[in-house]
């Protein structure tokens, strides 16, 4: 995954989220996405973060990050806590995603997960030519230093949500540097040409607070 | 309890605070204490609005001469890296409070101190207090100061087991916390650890079954005992390693019981120095107090329920990776309790090798952690 991806994914999670709501970043990094949360969408902002560098570096920024583990410390979060829990690129790091995605529409209404799309075809192309693990811009490191372990596709994907009777509130996708565009996740051909892609997700039988995003724009502007 | 009618200015610097006879300190073993007595020291103003207070609470051994020269060792306060010009916590910025707890010997009422009764030592007539105790004389002093809400209660160790109390018993007064290197409640090795101690002084034949101020004598030695055993468990053993290995003080072994080992000498220096600056008597009456401590037992064994009263207070708590008295996995367990009760908290673990004591040593990671925590803590309350 490259800056440009992040910051656009960022961009996307902005646009989502309602200002003065409550967020919980899972997998917060350094504190990037919250401290714009907090200064552009006046969030309360909090944090999950695994590295105590980065826990270090969010508390020098005054953000409430907590050190602990997405597998094991989202149990410790009381229910719908959070109006919104972000998982930006890290799902597929988890050793039990389908818990965690699970945890993440406990304690929050909504939840925000971006993950790089295993069914792209550039990960298609590399593993079929080449017939080696794929190292592409969202996939960036080899087989053996990878942090991720539970990789999958769009359709996969798709396939859990429905598992867990989740409704889709919105989904994005991103390719190379461009700009985020909205998608049909049920679509076959997503599942070829999406790099990375970024739901929004609620149980179903839980009413939307507000209406599915337009197609661009920040939806609480005006 | 009514506010006492003080003018800040007079009491700032600070002093010893008596009690008026009608507000007796309640004991949560049932007992009062007439007419209490609370050193404490005081740096910076209390602004217009009574919002940058902060409480200080200070570990086991130390007292509350937080930011200035200790009266019997000369030495500057205990945590010049959090208080003073500059620092996270300044004195032009805050109204710092900082007492010496209930049981300790540095001017607050304690074994040491007379009983009105006999007009002798207390000794072991002291009735035993609690963490529960020492915090609930902290909230009339800072009452009595003019304080109704603390910006922040802040405190490593055993002041951090008084951080999580108040955080208990006067959630309403605070709106942000620190908790560094501490626990909810002791393990069976910090109880273990903490009865060495204690038996030190009772087998010292100058302790006098409590009474050895009648004698004029003190049990020095036990005392001493008491502290080296303990001073070993705030080190960590890459620490120890570092600082002595195995070296010698001398050319040669003295084939005898002299201290040949460096770390032997070390030792008996800071058993030696202990007991010229504090009291045998408090030593086993704090150290009960902290392995009496248990905060979920009394919430029906469930920690988070606790704090749920202290779900608007933001809380930042340390751990350090080489700390063995207060391990990671204890603070933790503090954390996860405050978020299960909602509360909003920051948590990290440091990576340090130098042991329990971190806290208080140099270790710029915590310095910017809490830094960054205060000032936004401050943001917060519209400090700033």
Not at chain 1, 26 to 40: P, S
Not at chain 2, 10 to 27: H, I, M, Q
Request: proline letters at 5%.
């Amino acid at each position: 995954m490259t800056n440009t991806v992040i910051r656009e994914d960022f961009r996307e999670i902005l646009r989502l989220v309602r200002p003065g709501s409550r967020v919980l970043d899972v997998g917060c990094g350094e504190g990037a996405l919250l401290d714009l949360l907090a200064h552009e969408k006046q969030v309360d902002a909090r944090g999950l973060e695994l590295s105590a560098s980065g826990v270090a570096a969010c508390m020098a920024r005054g953000l409430s990050v907590v050190q602990g583990d997405a597998d094991l410390d989202l149990d410790h979060f009381p229910d719908r806590s959070f109006d919104y829990a972000v998982l930006s690129q890290t799902l597929q790091a988890t050793r039990k995603p389908r818990h965690v995605l699970d945890e993440l529409l406990r304690i929050a209404d909504r939840a925000i997960v971006s993950f790089p799309n295993f069914g792209h075809w550039r990960v298609r192309w590399s593993l079929l030519s080449r017939g080696r693990m794929p190292e592409t811009k969202a996939l960036p490191l080899p087989w053996w230093s990878t942090p991720n372990i539970h990789l999958c596709t769009l359709a996969d994907f798709m396939a859990l949500t429905a598992d867990l009777n989740l409704r889709v509130d919105a989904s994005a996708a991103f390719a190379g540097q461009g700009p985020a565009r909205s998608m049909d996740p049920a679509s076959a051909l997503e599942n070829w040409r999406s790099e990375t892609c970024l739901f929004m997700l609620s149980r179903n039988g839980v009413p939307a607070s507000k209406e599915l995003p337009p197609a661009s724009g920040d939806l609480f502007d005006g | 309890m009514a506010a006492l009618d003080l003018v800040t200015p007079v009491l700032s610097g600070g002093g010893t605070w008596r009690f008026p006879a009608n507000e007796p300190l309640r004991l949560d073993s049932g007992g009062v204490i007439e007419g209490l007595e609370v050193a404490y020291q005081t740096y910076g103003q209390l602004n217009a609005d009574k919002s940058n207070a902060v409480l200080i609470c200070h570990a086991l051994t130390m007292d509350q001469y937080v930011a200035s020269p200790h009266p019997t060792t000369g030495k500057p306060g205990w945590w010049p890296r959090l208080v003073g010009p500059g620092k996270p916590l300044d004195p032009a910025r805050h109204f710092i409070i900082c007492s010496n707890v209930v049981g300790g010997c540095m001017g607050s009422t304690g074994p040491a101190s007379t009983n009105p009764a006999t007009g002798r030592p207390y000794g072991l007539s002291f009735p035993v207090i609690t963490i529960g105790d020492m915090v609930r004389a902290q909230a009339m002093l800072v009452t009595a100061l003019g304080v109704d809400t603390l910006f922040a209660v802040v405190g490593g160790s055993m002041g951090g087991m008084q951080v999580q109390q108040w955080a208990v018993d006067y959630p309403e007064r605070m709106s942000s916390a620190v908790i560094l290197a501490s626990a909810s409640r002791h393990s069976a090795q910090n109880i273990a650890f903490h009865e060495v101690g204690r038996q030190a002084i009772m087998a010292d034949p100058d302790w006098r079954g409590g009474a050895y101020a009648d004698h004029g004598v003190r049990p020095e030695k036990g005392l001493a005992v008491a502290r080296m055993a303990a001073h070993i468990t705030y080190l960590s053993e890459p620490a120890l390693q570092r600082k002595f290995g195995r070296e010698l003080q001398r050319d040669g072994l003295s084939w005898g019981f002299d201290a040949d080992f460096q770390v032997e000498s070390y030792l008996r220096h800071q058993g030696s120095s202990f007991v010229d600056r504090f009291d045998a008597n408090s030593y086993l009456y704090i150290t009960r107090a902290m392995d009496y401590f248990d905060i979920a037992a009394s919430h029906g064994g469930v920690l988070a329920n606790a704090f749920t009263r202290a779900r608007h207070v933001r809380f930042c708590v340390l751990s350090f990776s080489s700390d063995w008295l207060y391990p990671t996995a204890e603070n933790r367990h503090v954390v996860r309790a405050l978020t299960a009760a909602g509360a909003r908290a920051a948590f990290a673990e440091i990576e340090s090798d130098k042991g329990h004591d971190a806290f208080l040593l140099d270790e710029p990671v915590m310095d910017a952690a809490l830094e960054g925590f205060l000032a936004s803590a401050e943001r917060d309350r519209g400090l700033v």
